[in-house]
């Protein structure tokens, strides 16, 4: 039996339920209302509050069910993630793909990855978030988007090159073009097998990267959707104003003193969606050998 | 290998120029207001014109020999970048030679234990770091050093800030914490491709021993795989070094860099995007060099390791 596939795929079942059906579910407060004070028999006792009956895993320091956000966050981060990941790798199987083929898109990739490789991705985030044109977007998080899958094409689609390499190096290529095979065949049955399971296990895989990624981000105070509010004096002050889950993470200096709880229900939230999406990765890559592979 | 070491120096050179253009894109804004100051919109207008004039207003002092230019105390950026810089390697030199060493050991151990149940201390650990983020080892060190604290166990620690042992250890421990765990997984793959190659069943056939197999004959061949991979290291430690660096207070080159780099949240005139490029270019400059040592490492390792390389003219 594989033991991965299963797992990751309760998992992550699980966590399409929480996505779709958690706003069903009673305890679950879909307005996300803010709370003030609370009076109790021992006096008054003021956000964040502790994990209670009324808030399970406890409220973050506006008074708002952590739950709730977690629920309600839920939909745009598996949602943001996905379109990062795809944009990343269609352009890369482009890149990585053409590569083979064209001299032209060898030297684009190599010259992309090239560009990157000197420096930290989230350096090159953080620089092209507080560009003017993606500070005042009116489509900052597609900007945001787009910046996060553009600075690791060139990793992903040298992956894919590596692998067309590889394969167009085996003695069954080989006979593929000496019995003959047009180009279309040679790539649909010798080198898409292979390659389809390198690209559908990292993408599954880079889904867990980005999301602590863009968790790194939140720690750090840069996010992927911004709203501006009014200061005294002229001005705007730009804040987040997105439930997505790592944002959850932006108070975690003084959370993880006296509101513990929100740092671990969301580092916890992320954890088991990240160890999901490594699951099913590694099931997945173990489902094909052993079906190609039947001696293993 | 000599062509290969000037072929990443010019590589360097025409990223950083490239990280200079990108830094030096013009970022004025025009603002508009309301009648009573409040913030309606504001617009950007890019002009070659004007990244060109803040190309040039970069460069002038710089060839004039005035450097990066100043900080508000009177220092130079690029001095005071060294300085930070230098706050940082304390941590990330020992962070990379633990997580090289502590990563192959811990995949010749998985290697070792891949059958039976001793898996479960091998294999299945190494699964557990990749897949979990160290963020979450992180914290959980930090909360139990918290309770001890409290229960008066342990006391006196400073965890916090820059310049105490204790926070320097505890940081490069966070820091390898996660290339530690990437390096044996790497390990663990390169000694199972080696393990099928016929040099080793000769090896075998004539009768080595396993420890000689292992450590002279697979590692050997490894390590050139794993080398390979040195600058994902490298830049694993720079982009991790920067959350912990920001978590922990720990006021090194990462911490100063984000500063610089990260614009300010109140937005009140044209300028209140504009960065302050000199100290960026410091730093970035800094960076680089390092992940460009890196890269020479790895490639002056390789050369000494892989076989067909040792004899070959490079």
């Known amino acids: 039996m594989n033991k991965h596939l299963t797992i990751g795929g309760l998992m992550m079942a699980f966590l399409l339920v929480l996505t779709f059906l958690g706003p069903l579910l009673p305890v679950i407060d879909n307005s996300i209302s803010q709370e003030g004070v609370r009076f109790t028999d021992e006096g008054i006792e ?32 598996l949602l943001v993630i996905l379109a990062i990941v795809l944009i990343r790798f269609a352009v890369s199987a482009v890149l990585g793909i053409g590569s083979y083929y064209f001299k032209t898109i060898r030297a684009v990739l190599s010259i992309w990855s090239q560009l990157f490789s000197f420096m930290p991705s989230i350096f090159i985030v953080i620089f092209f978030a507080g560009l003017p044109f993606v ?11 787009v910046i996060i899958a553009a600075v690791e094409v060139g990793r992903t689609g040298d992956m894919i090159k590596t692998s ?86 932006q108070n975690i200096h003084r959370d993880v003193f006296t509101a513990e709880w929100v740092v671990l229900s969301t580092v916890g939230i992320i954890t088991f969606t990240m160890v999901t999406f490594y699951l099913l ?15 293993s | 290998m000599g062509t290969r070491i000037l072929k990443l120096l010019l590589q360097w050179l025409a990223a950083f120029s490239v990280l200079m253009i990108l830094l030096l894109l013009p970022r004025e804004v025009e603002i508009q207001s309301g009648p009573s100051g409040e913030f309606e919109a504001a617009h950007y207008q890019y002009s070659i014109a004007a990244h060109a004039e803040s190309i040039k207003e970069f460069f002038t002092p710089l060839i004039n020999g005035e450097g990066f230019g100043t900080d508000s105390y009177n220092r130079p950026f690029i001095s005071h970048a060294w300085d930070m810089m230098q706050r ?14 502590t990563g192959v050991a811990k995949g010749v151990f998985d290697f070792k234990t891949r059958h039976g149940k001793r898996k479960f201390a091998g294999l299945q650990t190494t699964w557990i770091g990749l897949s979990v983020p160290d963020i979450v080892f992180i914290i959980f060190i930090q909360m139990i050093l918290m309770y001890l604290n409290m229960k008066g166990i ?56 396993s420890f000689k197999l292992l450590y002279i004959h697979m590692l050997r061949n490894g390590l050139a795989k794993i ?43 044209p300028d209140s995007l504009l960065l302050n490029t000199g100290a960026i270019a410091a730093f970035a400059f800094f960076f680089t060099i390092l992940i460009l040592l890196a890269g020479l490492i790895s490639q002056v390792a390789r050369g000494f390791l892989l076989p067909h390389e040792r004899g070959g003219n490079g």
Request: aromatic residues 16%; glycine residues 8%; proline residues 4%.
């Open chain 2, 154 to 209: 342990i006391t006196g620690l400073s965890l916090y800030g820059a310049g105490n042992p204790e926070a320097i250890v505890l940081n490069v421990i966070y820091l390898s914490i996660f290339p530690m765990f990437y390096l044996a997984n790497i390990t663990f793959s390169a000694l199972s491709d080696e393990n099928g190659a016929d040099y080793i069943r000769t090896a075998r056939a004539k009768g080595s021993s």
């Open chain 2, 88 to 101: 940082s390697l304390w941590l990330i030199i020992p962070a990379f030679f633990i997580s090289i060493f």
């Open chain 1, 281 to 295: 990765s590694s099931g997945i890559r173990k489902y094909y050998q052993n079906k190609y592979h039947q001696s």
């Open chain 1, 164 to 249: 067309m390499d590889y394969s167009a190096k085996k003695s069954f290529f080989e006979a593929g073009i000496v019995s003959g095979c047009s180009q279309w065949t040679l790539f649909k049955n010798y080198f898409w097998p292979d390659l389809r399971l390198t690209i559908v296990t990292n993408f599954i895989s880079d889904m867990g990267r980005t999301l602590f990624l863009i968790a790194q981000f939140a720690i750090i105070g840069v996010y992927l959707q911004n709203a501006f509010w009014s200061i005294r004096g002229g001005g705007v002050e730009t804040v987040n104003n997105s439930f997505i889950w790592p944002t959850l993470l």
């Open chain 1, 135 to 145: 500070v005042f977007s009116e489509h900052r998080q597609i900007w945001m988007i």
């Open chain 2, 227 to 269: 080398f390979v991979h040195t600058n994902t290291i490298v830049l694993y430690l720079l982009s991790n070094l920067f959350v912990i660096e920001y978590f922990t207070n720990y006021r090194g080159a990462a911490y100063y860099f984000k500063e610089y780099i990260a614009v300010s949240n109140v937005i009140n005139g």
């Open chain 1, 46 to 77: 003021v956000p964040p509050f502790p994990p209670s009956a009324e808030d399970p895993l406890g409220s973050d320091r506006e008074g708002r069910d952590i739950l709730s956000l977690i629920v309600a966050g839920a939909q745009e981060t």
